[in-house]
């Protein structure tokens, strides 16, 4: 696979904006060693097992709400019953930076207050199907950030997990934002590429994606 040269910010669909680079890696190493510190707990990282009986291939922390399939609850009932780490307010502010990125609206920036994360892990063998964000009562945008191996990032329609659809690739530092008429397209992550990381980064290998949302729960301990 060939290097990629710096590319401007592009509309991938309405409301669906990627900028490549936008993270440094220093920006990219501080998430990495927060990343770190959350996947060991109160909840630790784990694949997700699907209601049908299936393990996820990407490994998952979640912070501000704990995501199982298919609601958001401030315990990890799934995996130790502890309650997850709270949302920091760093994290608040990189999304509506994040959205100011990709938008160029203050008003929707200044307003954008996510409080939950997934943070999946992919080494090289890791792939996640075409799905909808759909679990939250928001319909607020979501903002994705990549850090480590470049991956084929596939961008659908929402209607139907299956054509038309868009390839593109997702490499460190890259943020990707989908929200209005894009917030519930069907996407999914159909490749990782193996040994493209700068390890400059912070990761050696595989791939960090940070998802921000905004749940539109309020605070009862099993909000459904």
Not at 36 to 53: F, H, N
Not at 82 to 93: D, L
């Amino acid at each position: 696979m060939s290097a990629l040269t710096p590319r401007p910010a592009t509309e991938v669909a309405p409301g669906a904006v990627h900028v490549p680079g936008w993270l440094t890696p220093e920006q990219q190493r501080e998430l990495v060693a927060a990343c770190r510190s959350w996947a060991a707990g109160p909840v630790p990282i784990r694949r997700t097992r699907l209601p049908r009986g299936g393990v996820m291939s990407v490994q998952t922390v979640c912070i501000g709400w704990h995501w199982q399939p298919y609601k958001y609850t401030r315990t990890a009932g799934d995996v130790n019953g502890e309650r997850v780490a709270p949302f920091p307010g760093w994290m608040v502010q990189l999304g509506r930076r994040a959205l100011l990125q990709a938008y160029g609206d203050q008003q929707a920036a200044d307003g954008y207050t996510p409080d939950t994360a997934l943070i999946n892990f992919y080494d090289g063998q890791a792939r996640l199907g075409m799905h909808q964000d759909k679990d939250e009562r928001s319909t607020a945008p979501v903002v994705s950030l990549s850090i480590g191996d470049t991956c084929a990032f596939r961008v659908g329609n929402t209607e139907t997990r299956t054509k038309p659809y868009t390839d593109i690739e997702l490499a460190s530092g890259d943020l990707f934002v989908f929200g209005g008429p894009s917030r519930y397209v069907y996407h999914g992550v159909p490749k990782v590429y193996e040994g493209t990381a700068d390890p400059a980064c912070g990761l050696r290998s595989g791939r960090l994606n940070i998802t921000m949302r905004v749940t539109g729960l309020t605070d009862p301990e099993e909000a459904q």
